[in-house]
């Protein structure tokens, strides 16, 4: 499967990741920069300087988003939230939180670290640009520095907007929840405010584009669609969490499972089982042992014509975290794990003994259920 993003670095045992996106984002900047803003506020300089001047301010917005993203991290350790890491993509950064906070307070100042990071950066480039002026260093160089002082500030003016999921929008959130005790309302509200303002940009954008501001357009249109769904997945996400919050896996398995054995056929596993019961994966027993699973995937890999030479033992995939979870697993875990290696069906043991299955299928409905016969709760107060 092809990775979409690339590991950097690790700082403090935060991961620093990059989605192949950022890499439009950084040419798109390195373009805009060099062809654009720095020859229309420096000029008189060459093709090429302003050239290296774009990757520069490129270079420095990515020191400059990651180091906002830090500072979101950093509040959140050591308030006790577990941190996956840190991502830059098209849009980007994402500080990636595998839970909610805790508290309004712990919102609040979390939230506010990423824009005060922006401008004390914002500061600190502001302070290099005049001292390199007194000093005689290159146009060039002091022109990068101007350059990230502004964007830092823009950066952090941009992300202030009371607009969830954007800074602003988690400062909202956090004095909505302290008024109303109400995260589930708190995030539906603050929501509606980052969706409504991912429409106005939307509406900008379209606006720029018939004026003949096609890349400033463009980008509006495209921050604006961003910002929409990451409000309403965003709260979408709370819903779910919410809901299967304390839930174990026991609850929703389905006990004993259809399996098959090793010796049999992969022409006897699709007749007799894939095409009678409809799974994708059956559990591999042997003498009561469970050995493993075997998916439509592994049986792709097996031209039709040799089907009838080769067993499942041949290819049987064995026990891992790919395809197995615990009897007292969590579930939002186990949603992440399906999520994440796209597997809709696991085997749940209890030790080293098959206990039963669990599906996709099965979480989704109980998550539908619970959020149909819940849907008030976000509406009190």
Known sequence: MFERRISLFS???FKVKLDISWFILAVLITWSLATGVFPNYFGGLGKATYWWMGAAGAVGLFVSIVFHEFCHSIVA???GLSMKGITLFVFGGVAEMEDEPQSPKIEFLMALAGPASSVLLSGVFYLLASAGKNAGLPVSVNGVLVYLSWINLILAGFNLVPAFPLDGGRVLRSILWAAKHNLRWATHVASQFGSAFGILLIVLGIVSFISGNFIGGLWYFLIGMFVRGASQMSYRQLIIRKALAGEHVERFMKPDPVTVRPILTISELVGDYFYKYHYKMFPVLEDGRVLGC???REVKEIPHEQWSNHKIADLV?????????SLHEDA???LALMNSTGNSRFMVLDGDKLAGIVTLKDLLQF????IDLEENEKFQL
């Not at 998550?367 to 619970?370: E, G, S, V, W």
């Open 294 to 296: 075997i998916s439509t």
């Open 367 to 370: 998550l539908a259920l619970k």
């Open 317 to 325: 995939k064995p026990c891992s975290r790919e395809n197995t979870v």
């Open 332 to 334: 939002i875990k186990v």
């Open 77 to 79: 350790r050591y308030y």
């Open 11 to 13: 700082l403090f045992g």
